[in-house]
């Protein structure tokens, strides 16, 4: 009789212990203090953002393609249209967010211009990436500045 009264107890207290997250009315399921973040938080597939959502075509459109439901063709033609929408949404971001000048300011802009300023042009080879060279490593032409 003790045996089946400790094996009814255990019973109980594992079905508690199962139940007790499902019959709780706190539904935070993150670390303390981290629910009040999450009140505005929008899900990426409602965003409004045209940036976003055609970054969300081109994942699902290589999903597809993974998975053999888009052809090769309907696949390029899908890809280089969203590629084009996305593109156009991030510039279309990247002005109203910093501007044309900011852009312009940019460090990172700075040096790269700058490094294209320095690379020598081959007229056969295209840009060689030895700044300071005067003939090309590949086929022995003059090098001349990049046109600007």
């Known amino acids: 009789m003790i045996e089946l009264l400790a094996g009814v107890a255990v019973a109980v207290a594992a079905l508690a212990l199962v139940l007790e997250p499902i019959l709780r009315r706190e539904t935070h399921w993150g ?7 999450d009140d ?3 899900p990426l597939d409602e965003s409004e953002s045209p940036k976003i959502r055609a970054l969300l ?3 699902e459109i290589e999903f597809d393609r993974a998975t053999g439901k888009l052809s090769d063709e309907d696949y390029d033609q899908l890809k280089a249209e969203y590629a084009r929408a996305a593109l156009v949404a991030m510039d279309a971001e990247q002005t109203v967010k910093d501007g044309a000048t900011a852009v312009a300011d940019d460090p990172a802009e ?3 211009r700058a490094a294209r300023a320095s690379l ?3 007229s056969a080879c295209g840009p060689r990436p030895e700044a300071e060279a005067t003939f090309c490593s590949e086929c022995g032409r003059r090098l001349t500045a990049p046109a600007a």
């Open 31 to 37: 670390p303390p203090g981290a629910g009040d973040a």
């Open 40 to 42: 505005d938080f929008t």
């Open 57 to 59: 075509a081109l994942k």
């Open 110 to 112: 700075a040096l790269i």
């Open 120 to 122: 020598r042009v081959c």
